[in-house]
């Protein structure tokens, strides 16, 4: 009788802690929604009065001038002041110990995070100025982690097939920890 008693309390208690982990996921998923509809919208794809040329950036300078990072307004700064100039072609390895601010610093190149002051400029150009798909589509990134790509080297390289196999062989390659390299020109 015990054992019986014993084993109709064990399907209870699973049915009771299942039940009560699905109305935790479902209190989450309520609690992301409203996350997600407080995120402020990312800058404008394109800034059609502040344009870079179409062949920027050309030589792939980057200044970055006391440049400080916070992800949040109320968190402490990730990046405190940094200045630094790269000319371009120069091979730049970024080292740190972990959270010292390399992605960041990486992500700020983008603008995938927007400095709270300092400014960035490549080629002379605030990129705080242009559009993001101005930005974005000029640079590319390759990270340090080794990942297998499905398709083949080419198709990674320009997936929309926007340009000649010419010009992908003439790009130029910047940093160690990743790989940044300018536009490919048409």
């Known amino acids: 009788m015990a054992l019986s008693y014993g084993l109709s309390l064990n399907t209870s208690f699973v049915s009771f802690t299942q039940s009560q982990c699905n109305l ?14 407080d995120i402020p919208s990312q800058a404008a ?47 730049i390895g970024i080292v740190g110990r972990t959270g010292s ?6 992500g700020a190149l983008f603008r995938l995070v927007e400095p709270d ?27 340090q982690d080794p990942t297998l790509f499905q398709g083949t080297i080419r198709y990674n390289l320009d997936p929309l097939g926007q340009f000649s196999d010419e010009k992908i062989w003439e790009v130029r390659f910047y940093t160690a920890n990743y790989v940044v390299f300018p536009h490919l020109t048409q």
Not at 26 to 34: K, L, P, T, Y
Request: charged share 25%; with cysteine.
């Open 24 to 37: 935790g996921n479902q209190i989450i998923s309520v609690e992301r929604v409203s996350q997600y509809m």
């Open 45 to 91: 794809e394109v800034i059609e009065d502040n344009r870079p040329l179409p062949d920027w950036p050309q030589n792939g300078n980057v200044e970055i001038r006391h440049l400080k990072i916070r992800y949040r307004i109320d968190a402490p700064l990730v990046l405190h002041g940094i200045t630094c100039n790269f000319e371009g072609g120069d091979k």
């Open 101 to 106: 601010g390399k992605t960041t610093l990486i």
């Open 117 to 143: 002051e300092g400014k960035i400029f490549i080629d002379s150009v605030d990129i705080s100025m242009i559009g993001l798909h101005d930005l974005r589509s000029r640079l590319g990134i390759i990270p």
